[in-house]
């Protein structure tokens, strides 16, 4: 059973240019959350996709968006990029809502962006 | 703000050896706390979690001790292993009702044992 996917695993990017991330969650999973961790920090939540909508949206400017696709997979978008992007965004998936979903919380291993 | 505040940032301990990570946080809604394994170039795993009900959880070498009144809980890990130096993260969230409650993060602590 995989778990969490995510795609690429390295990317390297200039400022002002535009990435998209990539995820898949574990099988059976419905909601996927995207988080930010820069070197020596703790994850930063980003926003939390279900049903295809966006449901919950951490500290982050419109600069950061996302998608969720009906197979539950989901994308970030991270547009104008700048130096402070430079980070190890996570992908997090889960199943359904409510009180017990955090305790299935899976993370996949995260994609290392790097803003030169 | 940081709404988990975790300390100590490092910490060596010797094999064998008990290791104590503590946090603490402000929000009373919070109701779910996880700690979490990072090792170099991998994602958090969940280790063990508490929800406030109770004082204390444990898993194996792995136990949790919560504080209610102190808004404080604290990580152990007994018999301390080589194995486990790693990145551990407390964390918290306020996950009640309908929706799937994000988590908030401490900085994080890096724990080495030394053989």
């Known amino acids: 059973d995989a778990g969490v996917t995510q795609s690429p695993t390295h990317l390297i990017k200039t400022r002002g240019q535009q990435v998209t991330l990539r995820c898949s969650p574990k099988?059976?999973?419905?909601?996927v959350s995207w988080y930010q961790q820069a070197l020596g920090q703790g994850p930063q939540f980003i926003f939390q996709?279900?049903?295809?909508?966006?449901?919950q949206r951490g500290n982050f400017p419109d600069r950061f968006s996302g998608h969720q696709f009906p197979n539950y997979s989901s994308e970030l978008n991270v547009n104008a990029l700048l130096l402070g992007d430079s980070a190890l965004y996570l992908c997090a998936s889960s199943l359904g809502q409510g009180a017990s979903g955090n305790e299935k919380l899976f993370f996949g291993s995260g994609t290392q962006l790097s803003v030169l | 703000q940081q709404q988990v505040k975790q300390s100590p940032q490092s910490l060596i301990v010797q094999k064998g050896g008990i290791s104590i990570i503590n946090c603490a946080y402000e929000?009373?809604?919070?109701?779910?706390f996880p700690w979490y394994q990072q090792f170099p170039g991998k994602g958090p795993a969940l280790l063990i979690a508490?929800?406030?009900?109770?004082s204390e959880k444990k898993e194996g070498r792995f136990t949790i001790s919560f504080n209610k009144s102190a808004k404080q809980f604290s990580l152990h890990i007994m018999d301390s292993q080589p194995g486990d130096s790693a990145t551990y993260f407390c964390?918290?969230?306020?996950?009640?009702?309908?929706?799937?409650?994000?988590?908030?993060f401490g900085r994080g602590t890096q724990l080495t044992v030394w053989p």
């Open positions: 964390a918290a969230s306020d996950d009640r009702g309908s929706t799937l409650g994000r988590l908030y």
């Open positions: 996709y279900y049903e295809e909508e966006e449901r």
């Open positions: 929000n009373t809604a919070f109701d779910y």
């Open positions: 508490i929800r406030p009900d109770v």
């Open positions: 099988s059976g999973h419905d909601t």
